[in-house]
């Protein structure tokens, strides 16, 4: 009689996980050494060959040496940080509030984080790139939905604008001035970009544009 040929069936998936099925009947795949290779003769005692092969070997050796990329990734938001990582960065945030305050350049930052590492904490670390970072992405847009929080209660505002020219960059920001009755007259920056010109028809679509976009 002859033999019949072995097919990876249910029990042999769930007796090793690390097999996949192909579509070649007989054939089955190796996620740990990225082979293909036959159990068709000898079914579950092809696997345990293959298993004690070198190359599969060492593949399963540097794997459980190894670790995953996202492993070394920071989880987004508070529910990533223990609690002395959100210690660190509050402290971050403050440090970079303090530039923006003072108008310090962010190079400063360069050497004040390494004070502090040197003196206070060594896993501060809040140089140029992540305090303007911090600055863009979180302290802007927390003080702009102050802004427009503030001027929902507000019925009457002047808006102010004025050209500078900065090299070859004609910057135009917009103020905003208003009475709160809380903190008294305030005048924000509502935007501050770069035109090309400074035409009449240019500047006033550009002002309505604004304030249109913060629904003012």
């Known amino acids: 009689m002859p033999k019949r040929r072995c097919t990876f069936t249910e029990s042999l998936q769930s007796e090793f996980t690390f097999l996949k099925k192909c579509e070649v009947i007989g054939k ?44 070394y990734f920071i989880k987004q938001g508070p529910a990533g940080l223990t609690s002395e990582g959100l210690k660190i960065a509050a402290e971050e945030g403050m440090f970079a509030f303090h530039t923006i305050v003072h108008n310090h350049s962010f190079r400063s930052m360069d050497c004040t984080t390494a004070l502090i590492k040197m003196l206070h904490e060594k896993k501060f670390s809040c140089a140029r790139t992540k305090c303007e970072s911090i600055i863009l992405n979180v302290l802007a847009p927390f003080a702009m939905d102050q802004i427009i929080d503030e001027l929902k209660a507000v019925n009457f505002a002047t808006v102010m604008i004025d050209t500078s020219n900065h090299t070859n960059l004609k910057i135009v920001p917009i103020l905003i001035r208003y009475f709160n009755p809380k903190t008294g007259v305030q005048i924000k920056v509502l935007e501050f970009t770069n035109l090309k010109g400074e035409t009449s028809d240019m500047l006033s679509s550009y002002i309505m544009k604004i304030l249109t976009k913060h629904k003012v």
């Open 28 to 71: 089955v795949f190796c996620t740990v050494c990225k082979a293909l290779f036959s159990i068709e003769h000898g079914g579950r005692s092809d696997i345990k060959q293959h298993m004690e092969k070198k190359k599969h070997t060492s593949a399963l050796s540097s794997t459980s040496k190894s670790y995953k990329v996202t492993s």
